[in-house]
């Protein structure tokens, strides 16, 4: 078959790679629907974090299963299909207390830009549909598998209340949908960091209140202005730089919390400053596995439709478009369709 691989900076190739097979008894096939480009491949496409080989890309997936291993029971081919990155067997003590994504025997889903890919942990990391979904219902479940999961568990990680009001840092997917999440949560007041209109445009659809195109100092004392000096309950930090972490925990209030989802690039903080902050912190690679069950019925009951944020599709054959289109900023998310 043929997939993505990433070469080094700036270069990705669709080239011929090794079909999955199953190699152990927990393993499960699944053929992919559609997969997608993530904010967070930018990093080693653009060359923050080294590649040193040709690397297989893409640990976003939803798809009908193949083929199950001798030992796994809670799937079987033909059901419609979602897990997430981190493949977890839901049964260790902190997959039991809902980190999945630290699961002891946690495997990193990293091949899913193919038509096919292979599923550690089966039975513990994927969730099925209650039946084969509509055409147009797939790209919101794929988002499931990361950016909806990951905004989620911003909100969460940030404490969201009904009534209360929340700072989203960061515009792309996971931003954008933790504006949704937040909105679910009853959050009352929603402000979007963001400088970009369609990014603005789509942040408003899911719930944002108000925009604020400052960053840095200025957007703090701009958040600080909208509160009346006393800074936001909850903040979602969604990108993972010094100045978006510094940002967000400056906009809270005290004893307010920061959810923070962004993987860090630089990230230092002053532990003179955070101890005088009150602020709780709390964040990582998102749990996606905890929250698929509530996640699906929320969009198979369309009351949420998160697929609004693949603002570019493609077929799979084209991914290397579909990176150079979120590196330039024209797109949000890539769609991509085997």
Excluded at 172 to 191: E, N, P
Excluded at 271 to 282: P, Q, T
Excluded at 301 to 315: A, Q, W, Y
């Amino acid at each position: 078959m043929r997939g993505a691989v990433l070469y080094g900076r700036r270069d990705v190739r669709f080239e011929e790679r090794d079909v999955p097979t199953i190699i152990k008894p927990t393993d499960a096939i699944i053929k992919i629907s559609v997969t997608c480009v993530c904010g967070s491949d930018l990093w080693p496409y653009r060359g923050v974090n080294p590649v040193p080989e040709p690397t297989p890309m893409g640990h976003e997936y939803c798809g009908i299963v193949e083929e199950v291993g001798s030992a796994v029971t809670s799937i079987k081919p033909g059901q419609f299909v979602i897990g997430s990155f981190f493949a977890s067997d839901n049964t260790c003590p902190n997959c039991q207390v809902g980190y999945q994504s630290s699961c002891q025997h946690a495997e990193f889903v990293s091949t899913a830009q193919a038509p096919l890919l292979r599923i550690p942990l089966a039975d513990g990391t994927l969730v099925a549909t209650p039946d084969v979904p509509s055409d147009d219902m797939v790209p919101s479940l794929l988002a499931l598998s990361d950016v909806m999961g990951t905004g989620w568990f911003a909100a969460d990680a940030a404490n969201v209340k009904p009534g209360s009001t929340v700072v989203v840092v960061g515009d792309g997917a996971v931003g954008l949908l933790g504006a949704l999440s937040a909105k679910q949560m009853g959050a009352k007041r929603i402000i979007a960091m963001s400088r970009h209109e369609s990014r603005q445009k789509l942040a408003r659809e899911f719930g944002a209140t108000d925009i604020v195109t400052e960053r840095g100092d200025k957007g703090v004392a701009r958040i600080k202005d909208l509160t009346k000096g006393i800074g936001a309950d909850s903040v979602l930090e969604c990108v993972g730089t010094q100045e978006s972490m510094m940002q967000a925990i400056s906009s809270t209030r005290k004893g307010g919390y920061v959810g923070y989802v962004g993987v860090p690039h630089g990230v230092e903080l002053n532990g003179e400053n955070l101890f005088y902050s009150h602020v709780h912190l709390h964040g990582g690679p998102a749990p996606v596995r905890r929250y698929l069950p509530e996640l699906i019925k929320l969009v198979w009951s369309r009351k949420i439709n998160p697929g609004k944020v693949f603002d570019l599709t493609l077929p799979l054959d084209q991914v290397a478009e579909g990176y150079r289109a979120m590196d330039e900023r024209r797109a949000i998310k890539t769609l991509l369709r085997p």
